[in-house]
């Protein structure tokens, strides 16, 4: 089986690799945060170059090229194999964008897409609730109309950014009396509203990665609602199924596997390099074996683009529980590669890549939770996927007798 791509994306693939030539020292730097302007620098450079938002219409601030699956395949390999900042992607790009192409009308395209994409606008999910989180649909944030305005009651949690973003897509409850999927409505607004307050939640990678937000009373344009009324069920169906796809990417999977390479070589135990001893080669080839299943199912999801009759719904709904809890496994490897120093943490002279792989190593251990936990996403494959039997419900009557 020849899987090239062919004469004309080799060509293509040069003209990436001459712009990361030509290009990569304007990228960001570590240390360079959110609101930084070389962030916002390199995301014009990007977005000119057709390297981000590369299918966005010019009309809404993107480079306005027509999709090419085997293109964009090509700038994840060259950028990753060079280790070329991607850009901004954030919440509002790689979740929110898509749907408001999507779902939005002209009005809400015009005003908030080109500022999303060029990191002018930082936006923040307004989804789960202390009870509300797996069973998303149990929300009670309520929003009533008032006139011209929604009015806003409630509470979020596990909210990232919110306490960095200036804009938030916001799930409420707009029919109290509608069964619970029908009732919702999915709202955008500024976080500087009067109203809204926001409290950090450090985590245990000691940053303030999550928030819980409180709305009194937040008065909201009634304008400001993508799809209709009651409908929000179907918008937030949407923006998770690109908010799942963009937790676990093949090709990150694939960067940080080689930078765990990179350290086997460099570490020693008794003379001798780590990618020489037997034990932590045996878990490094496990590893790769999975990356590069992971690889292969992301090019059948590539394929079913092109070729429409194809069949991969099993193939798009493990792709969060897969690629998170490799990532964490691989983490975790960097971490044992580094023997004592990968206890290393904070201010440490010692520890290497920034901390980074001890951060990462918790911070996706919060993404197996985040965006639907590792035990929904079986459910959900077994069911929806393999048609295996629903989970059977405990009856309110089961419950009190389990409870006393």
């Given amino acids: 089986m020849d899987l090239a791509y062919g004469a004309d994306y080799d060509a293509f693939r040069e003209e990436v690799k001459a712009f990361i030539r030509d290009h990569k020292h304007r990228q960001p ?5 959110l609101r930084s302007q070389a962030l916002k ?3 014009s450079v990007l977005i000119e170059h057709g390297y981000h938002s590369r299918t966005v219409p010019r009309d809404y601030g993107g480079y306005g090229a027509e999709p090419d699956i085997i293109k964009s395949r090509i700038i994840s390999e060259e950028f990753g194999a060079e280790r070329v900042h991607r850009g901004f992607n954030g919440q509002g790009v790689t979740m929110l964008t898509p749907v408001l192409l999507e779902m939005g009308t002209e009005e809400q ?3 908030f897409v080109s500022p999303t994409i060029n990191a002018e606008i930082i936006w923040c999910q307004g989804y789960s609730e202390p009870g509300a989180g797996s069973d998303l649909a149990s929300l009670t944030t309520k929003a009533e109309l008032d006139g011209d305005e929604w009015v806003i009651n409630g509470q979020k949690i596990w909210t990232s950014t919110a ?4 804009w938030m897509f916001c799930l409420v409850r707009t029919e109290p009396d509608a069964p619970k999927h029908l009732g919702i409505s999915f709202l955008l607004f500024r976080m500087d509203t009067p109203g809204i307050e926001i409290r950090p939640l450090v985590d245990m990678t000691g940053d303030a990665n999550f928030n819980e937000v409180f709305f009194t009373d937040v008065r909201v344009p009634k304008n400001q609602i993508i799809g209709e009324r009651g409908q929000g069920w179907q918008v ?4 998770l199924g690109h908010e799942r796809g963009s937790l676990a990417t093949p090709d990150a999977a694939t960067n940080r596997l080689n930078g765990v390479k990179r350290l086997m070589r460099e570490e020693s135990i008794s003379g001798q390099p780590i990618i020489d001893n037997p034990v932590f080669r045996d878990r490094l080839m496990r590893l790769e074996g999975r990356v590069l299943a992971m690889q292969y199912n ?3 999801l590539l394929s079913a683009k092109i070729n429409k009759n194809q069949d991969v719904r099993l193939a798009k709904i493990i792709v969060k529980l897969i690629g998170t809890e490799l990532r964490h496994e691989i983490e975790c490897l960097g971490i044992d ?10 201010d440490n002279p010692h520890v290497k890549g920034l901390g980074s792989w001890q951060y990462q190593y918790m911070f996706y251990l919060g993404l197996i939770i985040g965006g639907g936990t590792s035990q929904i996403q079986k459910n959900i494959i077994s069911e929806r996927g393999l048609g295996m039997p629903k989970e059977p419900k405990i009856s309110a009557a089961e419950k009190a007798v389990k409870g006393a």
């Fill in 29 to 33: 730097q570590p240390g360079d945060g």
């Fill in 41 to 43: 620098d390199w995301q």
């Fill in 109 to 111: 395209k015009q005003a």
């Fill in 163 to 166: 306490h960095h973003a200036d």
């Fill in 236 to 239: 937030a169906n949407a923006v």
């Fill in 298 to 300: 992301d090019m059948r």
């Fill in 337 to 346: 590669v580094m023997g004592e120093i990968g206890l290393s943490y904070g």
